[in-house]
């Protein structure tokens, strides 16, 4: 499968817990996203990298939230002393970006779905 | 005002239907435009690009209007197989590319 994987596809952690979520994305898509989606809500962006560089995160990534990108890969989000609001589908996009203004697809994982008791 | 807004529906239209959903952007300089599609619990997926001329792709029609800042998708002859949620996606790149999505438009074709 050569589309965006997603790992793990649940998780459920009690509140307090430390959670660490990857992605991997299509090989050679440069571009990559973390958005965070709600019952009945769009995708909420949460940040993005271009190769290994984090170029923007959102307000609505707390303290609590990190992602990485170290090699321009795979990225992790790690979310420190999880809160019950946390609990949501996290998902990962990516795409291939040549320039400022690329029409380009963005192909998305599965998702991983947290659930914190 | 949300930098994306759509109406949350839900529609729920007979099959043969023709149904159009509208999405509004507030930043003026956003660049490129998408319809994605997401079942439930699922992940959402490309439906249609949408171009300054306009698209089409079988029952589907995609329509942008800059001077007023709106998208359109229009479904002619609904299918049971349409019933999902319509997420509006529109990209600007001030250096880079962030991408934003609108809370979807909620679809249900009825028999």
């Known amino acids: 499968d050569t589309g965006v994987s997603q790992d793990p596809r649940h998780k459920i952690t009690k509140r307090g817990q430390n959670v660490t979520f990857r992605c991997d994305p299509i090989?050679?898509?440069?571009?990559l996203y973390w958005y965070r989606q709600t019952l009945g809500q769009g995708p909420e962006f949460l940040t993005y990298f271009q190769n290994e560089a984090q170029l923007e995160k959102s307000r609505l990534l707390s303290d609590r939230f990190s992602a990485e990108r170290p090699k321009g890969s795979f990225s992790t989000l790690e979310i420190q002393r999880t809160e019950q609001g946390d609990s949501a589908m996290y998902l990962c996009?990516?795409?291939?970006?040549?320039?400022?203004?690329?029409?380009?697809?963005?192909?998305f994982g599965q998702g991983t779905r947290l659930t914190v008791v | 005002r949300k930098e994306v807004e759509q109406d949350p529906g839900p529609f729920n239209v007979p099959e043969g239907a023709t149904v159009a959903f509208n999405c509004t952007y507030s930043n003026s300089a956003s660049q490129s435009f998408f319809w994605y599609r997401q079942d439930c619990r699922k992940e959402p997926k490309l439906l249609m690009s949408?171009?300054?001329s306009g698209n089409e792709d079988g029952r589907f029609t995609a329509q942008l209007n800059r001077a007023s800042q709106y998208i359109s998708l229009l479904i002619r002859d609904s299918k049971l197989s349409d019933s999902a949620t319509y997420l509006c996606?529109?990209?600007?790149?001030?250096?880079?590319?962030?991408?934003?999505f609108g809370i979807g438009t909620k679809l249900q074709v009825i028999p």
């Open positions: 090989s050679e898509h440069n571009r």
């Open positions: 996606v529109v990209t600007y790149s001030g250096g880079y590319q962030k991408v934003t």
């Open positions: 949408v171009y300054s």
């Open positions: 996009a990516s795409s291939l970006g040549q320039g400022l203004f690329m029409n380009t697809e963005a192909f």
